[in-house]
């Protein structure tokens, strides 16, 4: 078996996909321009790894309200303080910092739809 994707129901999939792609450099592999508006994300591998969609059958977590311990985007970076500073330029709010401060840097963010968004700066990469 091989991991394809994680999905979300988000009650704005075009916007939401339109943030990360601007924003996290993701690139639509699929989008679909009729509900559920399904979009499938690839990150810079060229791996897609998030589908977004719209479906109103099923209720619209409200991430916001979310433990960022329980659910959050992680994003491996090269200078977290860089990346957090861009990515609240851009509609991102701060939540707190984690890890050990030297070996390994976590930092929590909220994106404009509320959803938990890691940077991770670590000296030993996965």
């Known amino acids: 078996m091989k991991f ?16 990360y792609i601007e924003n996290c450099g993701l690139t639509a592999r699929v989008a679909m321009d009729k509900e559920p508006f399904t979009r499938f994300l690839a990150d810079d591998t060229g791996r897609v790894f998030i589908e977004l969609y719209s479906n109103p059958t099923a209720p619209f977590p409200d991430y ?14 090269t200078d977290v303080e860089v990346e957090k500073e861009r990515l609240m330029a851009a509609g991102c709010t701060y939540v707190e910092e984690l890890g ?27």
């Open 4 to 19: 394809e994707h994680y999905a979300i129901n988000v009650a704005d999939a075009v916007a939401v996909s339109d943030w």
């Open 100 to 126: 050990d401060g030297d070996k390994t840097r976590l930092i929590m963010l909220r994106d404009p739809f509320g959803i938990a968004l890691q940077l991770c700066q670590r000296e030993n990469r996965f």
């Open 64 to 77: 916001s309200e979310m433990s960022h311990f329980l659910y959050h985007l992680a994003f491996e970076v």
